[in-house]
Nanobody, 126 residues
Framework: QVQLVESGGGSVQAGGSLRLSCAASGYDYSRYYMGWFRQAPGKEREGVAGILIGGGTTYYADSVKGRFTISQDNSKHTVYLQMNSLKPEDTAMYYC???????????????????WGQGTLVTVSS
């Protein structure tokens, strides 16, 4: 059974930084893309960033390019999202997810099909 366990959300002032972690277990970690989606109240789900496990392919939403960095530690089966220069509009629930394709991150309202984390709240105050 695939399990994704997230950590690292919290509250920060605008301009601050947070790092999210997502630890995977229960499946062949190397076959997947992993990353984060986010959803704010009343807004559509957005694919934030994704990475090919064991490879160099990454994806970033235009809204976070240059501010967020996704990375992986394969020895720990963990993916990280370093979020810098946070803005109030980054406030949302962030969900770690896994899929065999990067497409869900790229399409509007997309949804990964293989696994989801429990979600972690990021709040950025102005």
């Amino acid at each position: 059974q695939v399990q994704l366990v997230e950590s690292g959300g919290g509250s920060v002032q605008a301009g601050g930084s947070l790092r999210l972690s997502c630890a995977a277990s229960g499946y062949d970690y190397s076959r997947y893309y992993m990353g984060w989606f986010r959803q704010a109240p009343g807004k559509e789900r957005e694919g934030v960033a994704g990475i090919l496990i064991g490879g160099g392919t990454t994806y970033y939403a235009d809204s976070v390019k240059g501010r967020f960095t996704i990375s992986q530690d394969n020895s720990k089966h963990t993916v990280y999202l370093q979020m810098n220069s946070l803005k109030p509009e980054d406030t949302a629930m962030y969900y770690c997810a896994a899929d065999t394709s990067l497409v869900p991150w790229k399409v509007r309202g997309g949804s990964a099909t293989d696994a989801w984390g429990q979600g972690t709240l990021v709040t950025v105050s102005s």
